[in-house]
């Protein structure tokens, strides 16, 4: 009888941690970018942000567009917006995504350059950033 429940339970954590609405860390994979290019530009923002400035609130998309500088090569341009933890001031956000799309279906970030407006003492986080692209390319 333990043994039945303690595999009734295993199963069940495994489906929940497989789950991915249950997933602590959603980034959305860059090689999986797919037809819902608003959504997934907009998962990429807040993953940015919130990478970027652990402490911000309400992360959000505020406009996006994409520019080709050579062949293979794309450039996502990203607007966004945060409001400050402690100030509670409105921040915004410029991102530059540099994308390998040489393969149509399986993108690959090559350097996030990242800056926003504002006047905290402390950095935003360039470790995290570079973290977050291995999360981008699923390494």
């Known amino acids: 009888m333990t043994i039945t429940k303690t595999l009734g339970v295993v199963l069940l954590c495994g489906a929940a941690l497989s789950c991915p609405s249950v997933r602590a860390d959603d980034v959305p994979n860059s090689k999986k970018h797919g037809d819902l290019e608003k959504r997934w530009v ?36 990203i607007k966004g917006r945060f409001e400050g933890r402690v100030s509670n001031r ?3 956000a410029t991102m530059v995504v540099h994308i390998d799309a040489r393969d149509r279906d399986s993108w690959e970030v090559l350097r996030i350059d ?10 935003y986080s360039r470790k995290n950033l570079d973290n977050l692209i291995k999360k981008f390319n699923d390494e």
């Open 90 to 92: 409105d921040y915004t």
């Open 42 to 77: 907009s998962q990429v923002c807040v993953a940015i942000i919130k990478a970027a400035r652990p402490s911000a609130k309400n992360p959000a998309l505020a406009s996006f567009e994409y520019k080709e500088p050579k062949a293979g090569r794309k450039e996502l341009h």
């Open 114 to 123: 990242y800056d926003d407006n504002s006047t905290n003492v402390v950095s």
